[in-house]
C-alpha cells in the first residue's frame, strides 16, 4: 500500500498566485486531516474532514480552502498566495476518530512564497 | 492557539547516550502521544499512553503519562546514528472533534 501521498514534494509560487496541494490514500480511511508546519512550531490543523462531503475547519483555515469529493482525495487549495503561507503541509488520514485512531501522515509539501 | 511546550529545543549527544525530553500544557489532556519525524518525511508515531502515571515502552523507547495528566516524557536508551530527527508530542483535546494539539518539537542529533 501507498498509504498517504502528497504532490507536489515542493513548489515555489508567487504572491497572489493559486495552487492546490493534492493528498490521497489508499486505505479507506475515513478521516483526512491536513496540517502546515512552520519552523519551531508544532503541527497546526488547517481542515479536516470526517468522511466524503464533509469538511470542517481547524485552527488555522484563513487563506485556505478544501473539498471531498471521494474518500481517497482530500485536495488543499490556496486562492491568493501569500509569504506568511511559507510551510510545509502534511496530509493525514485516520481510519475514525484521533482518540482511538492512529494518523498516517504523508512525507510532506514544502510550499514557497516569494 | 494551544500548544504544547517541549524541551529541550535540541540536542546533540554521542551515540550510546540516555536521552530525555519532556512536554508541558497549562490544559488537561486524556491521551498523550510521541510521534517522531525522519528529514523529509511525515511524522510515525511511536507511543500512546492513555491513563494518568502510565509507563509504556517500545524497544528502546520509554514514555510516561504525567499523574497531572499536564506533561508528559519521553526517554530514549542507547541512542543510536538512526534516532536523528524531530521528536513531536501530541495531547488529545475534546472539543466536540477530538483535536490533537502537537508540540513544538525536540531536534535530536546523534554523533556515531
Known amino acids: 500500500n501507498a498509504g498517504v501521498t502528497q504532490t507536489p514534494k515542493f513548489r515555489i509560487l508567487k504572491i497572489g498566485q493559486s495552487m492546490t496541494l493534492q493528498c490521497t490514500q489508499d486505505?479507506?480511511?475515513?478521516?483526512m486531516y491536513w496540517y502546515r508546519q512552520d519552523p519551531g512550531m508544532g503541527l497546526k490543523l488547517i481542515y479536516y474532514?470526517?468522511?466524503?462531503?464533509?469538511?470542517d475547519k481547524g485552527e488555522v483555515p484563513n487563506g485556505y480552502n478544501v473539498s471531498r469529493s471521494t474518500t481517497e482525495d482530500f485536495p488543499l487549495r490556496l486562492e491568493l498566495a501569500a509569504p506568511s503561507q511559507t510551510s510545509v503541509y502534511f496530509c493525514?488520514?485516520?481510519?475514525?476518530?484521533?482518540?482511538?485512531?492512529?494518523?498516517?501522515f504523508g512525507a510532506g509539501s514544502r510550499l514557497t512564497v516569494l | 492557539g494551544q500548544q504544547l511546550n517541549q524541551s529541550p529545543q535540541s540536542m546533540f549527544i554521542q551515540e550510546g547516550e540516555d536521552v530525555s525530553m519532556n512536554c508541558t500544557s497549562s490544559?488537561?489532556?486524556?491521551?498523550w502521544l510521541w510521534y517522531k519525524q525522519d528529514p523529509g518525511e511525515g511524522p510515525v508515531l511511536l507511543i500512546a499512553?492513555?491513563?494518568?502515571?502510565e509507563l509504556t515502552s517500545n524497544g528502546r523507547l520509554t514514555a510516561q503519562f504525567g499523574i497531572t495528566r499536564k506533561d508528559s516524557f519521553l526517554n530514549i536508551s542507547a541512542s543510536i546514528p538512526s534516532d536523528v530527527g524531530i521528536y513531536f508530542c501530541?495531547?488529545?483535546?475534546?472539543?466536540?472533534?477530538?483535536?490533537?494539539?502537537f508540540g513544538t518539537g525536540t531536534r535530536l542529533l546523534v554523533s556515531p
Open positions: 499512553l492513555y491513563k494518568a502515571g
Open positions: 486505505m479507506n480511511h475515513n478521516y
Open positions: 474532514s470526517v468522511g466524503a462531503g464533509i469538511t
Open positions: 501530541a495531547g488529545l483535546m475534546n472539543t466536540g472533534f477530538q483535536k490533537l494539539v
Open positions: 493525514a488520514s485516520s481510519y475514525g476518530d484521533p482518540g482511538a485512531n492512529v494518523l498516517t
Open positions: 490544559s488537561i489532556f486524556n491521551t
